[in-house]
């Protein structure tokens, strides 16, 4: 019997079928992380939508993550898509598939967690959805955001010699799920790892950075550092080198040990911003209290390539996190 295809090569295909029909109002659809939706002539603004499911078993465990936790990071997978973009969230919609016997407790601290977050960046919960779920709890977060008209940053404008540019550190989120994975319950502190259990969208930095011109094309990494980049070069019509000794990578646990180079590679949910930026621009080392590094430059080339400390370089296939790949 044939088997569900790889996450990328269904949105690959829903993208053919949709491109069928175009409307005017729709300013990049699939292909980013939110859709572009221009409503009317002469509007100050137009209107960012991204949609993300939560899936019990994928994106957390009840035996790992308190409730708090699955509603911060639900919300943030929104968020992160918005800061992307270099927009302002606005609105957040959710609907829940729930198991019968859930505790309600349960419910209740799960909105906690993403009502405190939606709060803290002035976003509204506006609607949403409820049913019973037959195995696990499901959680589709639907978040609108908007960006000043025509200036949303997308993930196709890199050029050949622009420089590559990440926030923060990675590896974080993932270094978190390798300690859980093998130590049993109760032997960690989920305080321990905050990069993982409650991650920061980085909104007001996206925002800056679009505000002062400085990105070509961005993306957060949700998938991944190979993976996320492989976007950006798709979307682009270019390729990339990237140092690996340049990488900022994550300092996760106690005591305090810097996640392994495969993590911040191919480990997804940090949700830092990746961009890419002109010559021209002097990109700051921090922005919003947020480091800033430079980790390589854009090529014309269309491979994507990690340079060792001593200059060999190898090919970087994209090896983030992908649905029904694995």
């Given at each position: 019997m044939a088997v569900v295809a790889a996450e990328k090569t269904i949105i690959a295909r829903i993208r053919q079928v949709a491109k069928g029909g175009k409307n005017p109002a729709v300013i990049a659809g699939i292909g980013d992380d939110c859709a572009v939706l221009r409503a009317g002539k002469g509007g100050e603004n137009d209107a960012l939508v991204t949609t993300d499911f939560t899936?019990?078993?994928?994106?957390?465990?009840?035996?790992?993550?308190?409730?708090e936790s699955v509603g911060h990071r639900c919300l943030t997978r929104g968020l992160s898509d918005i800061a992307a973009m270099g927009g302002k969230p606005v609105a957040v919609f959710l609907s829940l598939a729930l198991p019968k016997h859930l505790p309600q407790n349960w419910v209740n601290r799960f909105m906690r967690?993403?009502?405190?977050?939606?709060?803290?960046?002035?976003?509204?919960?506006?609607?949403?959805?409820?049913?019973?779920?037959?195995?696990g709890i499901l959680a589709d977060i639907i978040v609108v955001g908007t960006v000043p008209r025509g200036k949303a940053v997308l993930r196709s404008g890199a050029h050949p010699g622009d420089g590559i540019y990440v926030t923060g550190a990675l590896g974080g989120s993932a270094a978190a799920v390798a300690q859980f994975e093998k130590h049993p319950r109760g032997k960690l502190n989920p305080g321990d790892y905050p990069r993982h259990f409650f991650?920061?969208?980085?909104?007001?930095?996206?925002?800056?950075?679009?505000?002062?011109?400085?990105?070509?094309?961005?993306?957060?990494?949700?998938?991944g550092l190979s993976t996320d980049l492989a976007h950006i070069c798709e979307e682009s019509g270019v390729g990339a080198e990237i140092e690996e000794g340049a990488i900022p990578r994550a300092m996760v646990g106690k005591p305090a040990r810097e996640a392994d180079l495969d993590l911040a590679l191919h480990g997804g949910e940090d949700y830092e911003l990746l961009f890419t930026a002109p010559r021209s621009k002097h990109i700051p080392s921090k922005i919003s209290g947020v480091p800033i590094t430079r980790i390589g430059h854009v090529t014309r080339i269309k491979n994507t390539y990690l340079v060792k400390p001593k200059g060999a370089r190898l090919e970087l296939k994209p090896r983030g996190w992908e649905h029904f790949g694995r």
């Open positions: 899936l019990e078993g994928i994106h957390f465990r009840r035996q790992w993550h308190a409730p967690g993403l009502i405190t977050l939606a709060e803290k960046y002035g976003c509204t919960l506006a609607g949403g959805d409820t049913a019973e779920s037959p195995d991650p920061k969208p980085r909104i007001e930095l996206g925002r800056v950075l679009r505000e002062k011109g400085f990105v070509s094309a961005m993306i957060d990494t949700s998938d």
